[in-house]
T-cell receptor
Framework: GAVVSQHPSRVICKSGTSVKIECRSL??????MFWYRQFPKKSLMLMAT?????????EQGVEKDKFLINHASLTLSTLTVTSAHPEDSSFYIC????????????????FGEGSRLTVL | GEDVEQSLFLSVREGDSSVINCTYT??????LYWYKQEPGAGLQLLTY?????DMKQDQRLTVLLNKKDKHLSLRIADTQTGDSAIYFC???????????FGSGTRLQVQP
């Protein structure tokens, strides 16, 4: 099946610094990628939809100036957490859409392994 | 509105069947999914069902959908210790490209 890779898988940073997380579709082109945030024992919360070549679409309540998303190519989307704060510590997961239709089968929506961010 | 709910925890003995339940509120769901998440890992798609189907079976997995009650279940037959994980149900809605996830059910399989 298709592969989506996230890097880094774990990152620890100090408060006030910025951290960049990459999401790559390794063997297909993804016009759309999604960034989710997962809190402990909670569901995945959709943060934003990343569209190649255009601005990301953020969900209500997600600060676009804090969580910068760039989808510069068809295989790479990045999430930058700016001025990180301990409350930003979380598990961030990206998913990439293969094709343009509804995610109706195993071949269309793939998830990365996730990136655990710890802000000290 | 979008609201997908699951029970938080399920414990079964190895060899028994597990049934994980999910309810959703939006009747415009087109597809419903079950994902598995092992500790520290991303999500793995287990199976999915189209909203006009009642049942889907895939090896040890059986998905039942009651569209009238907006209830989805995942049955795992002959549950193994390797099935221990968090299971998320998710739905895709008409006109929305992202999936909406439930809170996840932690399945613990005891030897």
């Amino acid at each position: 099946g298709a592969v989506v890779s996230q890097h880094p898988s774990r990152v620890i940073c100090k408060s006030g610094t910025s951290v960049k997380i990459e999401c790559r579709s390794l063997d297909f082109q993804a016009t759309t990628m999604f960034w989710y945030r997962q809190f402990p024992k909670k569901s995945l919360m959709l943060m934003a939809t990343s569209n190649e070549g255009s601005k990301a679409t953020y969900e209500q309540g997600v600060e676009k100036d804090k969580f910068l998303i760039n989808h510069a190519s068809l295989t790479l989307s990045t999430l930058t957490v700016t001025s990180a704060h301990p409350e930003d510590s979380s598990f961030y997961i990206c998913s990439a859409r293969k094709g343009t239709g509804v995610p109706s089968n195993t071949g269309e929506l793939f998830f990365g392994e996730g990136s655990r961010l710890t802000v000290l | 509105g979008e609201d997908v709910e699951q029970s938080l925890f399920l414990s079964v003995r190895e060899g028994d069947s597990s049934v994980i339940n999910c309810t959703y509120t939006d009747s415009s769901s087109t597809y419903l999914y079950w994902y598995k998440q092992e500790p520290g890992a991303g999500l793995q798609l287990l199976t999915y069902i189209f909203s006009n189907m009642d049942m889907k079976q895939d090896q040890r997995l059986t998905v039942l959908l009651n569209k009238k009650d907006k209830h989805l279940s995942l049955r795992i037959a002959d549950t193994q210790t390797g099935d221990s994980a968090i299971y998320f149900c998710a739905e895709s809605l008409t006109g929305r490209r992202a999936l909406t996830f439930g809170s996840g059910t932690r399945l613990q399989v005891q030897p």
